[in-house]
Nanobody, 115 residues
Framework: QVQVVESGGGLVQAGGSLRLSCAASGSIFGTSTRGWYRQAPGKQREWVARITSAGSTMYAESVKGRFTISRDNAKNTVYLQMNSLKPEDTAVYYC?????????WGQGTQVTVSS
């Protein structure tokens, strides 16, 4: 089993920044890509960004240029630096850790951006 814990969410004004963390523990050998997703009230969960074990990154168009995903393999942690936040970024942010063909999810961290 892989345990995933997100942290770093909070309340921020529009234009502000937050950094989310995703820490993985347990049976992490063999884990690869990690992704960030978000779910706003009344909406489906959507993909935000991903980073492979080799460090390749991809972003959703809605966050490109504002969010940066990175990883610290020594700490088994992935980060999501979010800048120039907008009210529409308000959501619960989830981290997914891929191991073979399965994704392990955390409980999420709330991000609220006030206008």
């Amino acid at each position: 089993q892989v345990q995933v814990v997100e942290s770093g969410g909070g309340l921020v004004q529009a234009g502000g920044s937050l950094r989310l963390s995703c820490a993985a523990s347990g049976s992490i050998f063999g884990t690869s890509t990690r992704g960030w997703y978000r779910q706003a009230p009344g909406k489906q969960r959507e993909w935000v960004a991903r980073i492979t074990s080799a460090g390749s990154t991809m972003y959703a168009e809605s966050v490109k240029g504002r969010f940066t995903i990175s990883r610290d393999n020594a700490k088994n942690t992935v980060y999501l630096q979010m800048n120039s936040l907008k009210p529409e970024d308000t959501a619960v942010y989830y981290c997914a850790v891929r191991k073979v063909s399965r994704d392990y999810w955390g409980q999420g961290t709330q991000v609220t951006v006030s206008s």
